[in-house]
């Protein structure tokens, strides 16, 4: 019977074809991987590679056996990782929602990785609304949710995207001309509220009670979805800080977008119920994480 670490070995060789880069690969010396072909050679009958003192080829035979092989180990990985993933329950479906235009493309990245790795596990994936998306994790209709920090009470990271903050204005407003502003013009100004629904330190982070110099911010109407809240900001109801992503994804004859060149950048990430952390989850958000290159970091909001 061929052992794993044989049929390894061969197949590594045929590929590389050089001792010493199969030797790095498996981890092993190159007189382990020249013992292991010379013991199959043996069992076969028959030389597999062709060696000189500058090259390594496959003989026909080597060829046919590594054709043959190949899909055999590979079906075997498969088998393995689908009899892990059942044991560590990343299987059934998972359902995400992204909240906000500019997380969809780092949810689709992450969504294809996860797929590959965990084939038995079907993503579900659907928009949230601003004014459900805290109920829909709190009830259990969405696993995960793609969104803004922070996100009271909720276990959340990495972080997937950063963006810079600009100032929505009307495009009649008297700073629609401004190169950038300071966070400070919002004392000056009405600022849209979020709903109510959404976390009180989302809120606090979006649109604050104070400026950084400690002045007082007038608090305008508030709306009940991002492009609700826009609209006010058009009509010159207020003004509203938000993502310069909201350029690309909102725009609008009627609104203006305005560097703050104080403010700190907002952070966008997966969320989730601490009590509900499934190792479905986990594997999503180590997907999440190696799709947009981040730090595997998690903690809570």
């Given at each position: 019977m061929l052992e794993r670490g044989e049929a390894e070995a061969f197949l590594t060789l045929a590929e590389e074809l050089h001792f010493g880069r199969t030797?790095?690969?498996?981890?092993?010396?190159?007189?382990?991987?020249?013992?292991?072909?010379?013991?199959?050679?043996?069992?076969?009958?028959?030389?597999?590679?062709?060696?000189t003192s500058r090259t390594v080829r496959l003989t026909a035979i080597g060829r046919q056996l590594a054709d043959d092989l190949a899909p055999l180990v590979a079906g075997m990985d498969a088998a393995l990782?689908?009899?892990?993933?059942?044991?560590?329950?990343?299987?059934?479906?998972?359902?995400?929602?992204?909240?906000?235009?500019?997380?969809?493309?780092?949810?689709?990245k992450a969504a294809a990785l996860f797929g590959e790795r965990h084939p038995d596990c079907r993503v579900d994936i659907r928009e949230a609304q601003m004014a459900t998306s805290r109920a829909s994790l709190l009830d259990g209709s969405v696993d995960v949710l793609i969104a803004g920090y922070p996100f009271d009470g909720m276990a959340c990271g990495p972080v997937l995207l950063t963006e810079k903050r600009v100032l929505a204005v009307a495009v009649g407003h008297p700073l629609?001309?401004?190169e950038s502003v300071s966070l400070d013009v919002l004392a000056d100004h009405p600022v849209v509220q979020y709903?109510?629904?959404?976390s009180a330190a989302f809120r606090r982070d979006r649109t604050p009670d104070r400026t950084p110099s400690g002045r007082p911010v007038p608090k305008g109407p508030a709306g009940g979805s991002f492009s609700e809240m826009l609209t006010l900001v058009a009509m010159g109801r207020g003004v509203l800080p938000v993502g310069e992503p909201a350029r690309r994804y909102y725009p609008r004859p009627d609104v203006a977008y305005v560097?703050?060149?104080?403010?700190?950048?907002?952070?966008?990430?997966?969320?989730?119920?601490?009590?509900?952390?499934?190792e479905r989850i986990r594997a999503f958000v180590r997907a999440a994480?190696?799709?947009?290159?981040?730090?595997?970091?998690?903690?809570?909001?």
């Open positions: 030797a790095e690969r498996l981890r092993v010396t190159t007189g382990r991987v020249s013992q292991v072909i010379k013991r199959l050679e043996r069992r076969v009958g028959a030389p597999l590679f062709e060696r990782r689908r009899a892990a993933d059942a044991g560590r329950g990343v299987t059934g479906e998972l359902r995400v929602a992204f909240l906000g235009e500019g997380t969809a493309p780092v949810l689709l629609a001309a401004e709903p109510e629904a959404t560097p703050l060149h104080d403010a700190p950048p907002i952070e966008r990430g997966p969320v989730w119920l601490a009590g509900n952390t499934t994480s190696d799709a947009a290159g981040a730090p595997s970091v998690a903690g809570v909001c």
